[in-house]
């Protein structure tokens, strides 16, 4: 990926979320991460505002990668797995689709069904 730098380049998780643009891009960090929690979100969404800095310490602090996916900018993918308000977070494990969150969850509650698919 053109985003790796060298001291990032060969790990298996990333410290910041990915942002997305496209179904692609989004298979890639799929097929690359053992789990990924991809955060469907809107800029103009409250609820989505309140839990970014939530997922910017998952990406930080847990074993999982963490996407975002801008609803208004790829309607498409976020049509492609169903999502019909944001926040949506669904959670990829090896490869599959495994979980789906609709609206603001407490930090616990996510890094709680992360570590069921990272440990």
């Not at 053992?34 to 103009?44: I, K, M, P």
């Not at 310490?57 to 797995?81: F, H, I, M, P, S």
């Not at 969150?101 to 440990?119: A, C, D, K, N």
């Amino acid at each position: 990926m053109a985003t790796d730098t060298a001291s990032d380049a060969g790990t298996t998780t990333t410290s910041e979320p990915l942002h997305i643009n496209g179904q692609s891009q989004l298979d890639e960090v799929v097929a690359e991460h053992d789990v990924v929690l991809t955060d469907f979100y809107a800029d103009w969404c409250g609820p989505c505002q309140m839990l970014e800095p939530v997922v910017e310490r998952l990406a930080a602090e847990t074993d999982a990668a963490v996407a975002k996916v801008d609803v208004d900018t790829n309607q498409q993918l976020a049509g492609a797995y169903g999502v019909r308000g944001v926040p949506t977070l669904i959670l990829f494990a090896d490869g599959e689709q495994a979980e789906e969150i609709v609206g603001v969850q407490g930090e616990e509650q996510l890094r709680s069904l992360i570590e069921r698919y990272t440990e």
